[in-house]
């Protein structure tokens, strides 16, 4: 079975090809957390309509993560960035969401930072 290459898409069938800014927050209980993905500049948008953008989807060889909260920043009236927000509500959906984390940031030469307190 050949690997499926962990992918983010704004419109089925079209990859994005910008690497995201991911911003994580975790419950102290491990139960819930937040991902928050900022796109500068997507490829999404050089389509010229946002209408295309249907939410983003989170796609590797596990399957599919989707969330709809999908944001466009616009600066002078133009589209400039997308900020997407997919909430895990459960332990299951955190370690899913890592897993595909770590693909993608293999694929795409991403690494994790953990922030100071």
């Known amino acids: 079975m050949a690997k499926i290459p962990a992918r983010i898409q ?3 069938g079209l990859n994005e090809e910008v690497i995201p ?3 994580l927050t975790r419950s102290r209980d491990g139960g819930q957390g937040t991902a928050t993905f900022i796109f500068e500049n997507p490829k999404i948008l050089d389509q010229g309509t946002t209408e295309d953008i249907t939410g983003m989807y989170l796609i590797d060889e596990e399957g599919e993560i989707v969330t709809r909260e999908v944001k466009a920043k616009f600066i002078n009236g133009r589209p400039e960035g997308l900020e997407a927000v997919y909430i895990m509500k459960s332990k299951d959906d955190w370690d899913r969401f890592m897993r595909f984390m770590e693909r993608y940031g293999e ?3 991403l690494e994790f930072t953990k922030s100071g307190k």
């Open 10 to 12: 704004f419109s089925r």
């Open 107 to 109: 694929e795409n030469g």
């Open 21 to 23: 800014d991911v911003r």
